[in-house]
């Protein structure tokens, strides 16, 4: 897998849940989140970073059967200005992870302990779910994850639940 970093990478299976992710080696993996399949954080490194470290979350939302995912889609958009502060969508693109169709959102918010950051989120409807990958990092650090966060979309995938 080509990567932004020099790390290499390990497939997370979550089989409850049907997916498998390429993570960054080295960077814990919690799936006892409430609320997430999975919580990835980039690992400090010397004294606390004074930004938001690097993190990689998968949620996994049951897509109601009398709901069109266009209108959840919309729906999950127009939430982000509700859970984010001063959210700004900067780019929305209809993209494939592998063969299957993804939706990437890519918005800047205000945190109010570390400012800028910036979340690049793909949903992926399959098997009557939204999976959401997000990964998040501080914005001036984004540049530096941008590539990571691509290759962990792009490892998103399927399995049988």
Do not use: K
């Not at 606390?48 to 897509?63: F, G, M, R």
């Not at 009398?66 to 127009?78: G, I, K, T």
């Amino acid at each position: 897998m080509t990567s932004g970093s020099d790390e290499p990478w390990a497939t997370y299976r979550h089989d409850d849940a049907g997916f498998a992710v390429s993570l960054p080696t080295g960077w814990p993996v919690d799936g006892e989140v409430d609320g997430c399949a999975l919580v990835c954080v980039e690992p400090p490194s010397g004294t606390p970073p004074a930004y938001l470290p690097p993190s990689i979350v998968v949620t996994v939302d049951e897509l109601p059967d009398d709901e069109p995912f266009d209108r959840w889609l919309s729906r999950f958009r127009v939430s982000l200005a509700e859970i984010y502060n001063e959210v700004r969508l900067v780019d929305l693109e209809d993209t494939l992870l592998g063969d299957v169709p993804a939706y990437r959102t890519l918005s800047h918010y205000l945190h109010a302990v570390v400012g800028g950051v910036c979340a690049d989120q793909w949903c992926i409807p399959a098997l009557g779910r939204v999976y959401v990958v997000t990964c998040s990092s501080g914005a001036l650090e984004y540049d530096d994850f941008a590539d990571t966060f691509q290759d962990v979309a792009a490892g998103f995938r399927l399995t049988t639940p």
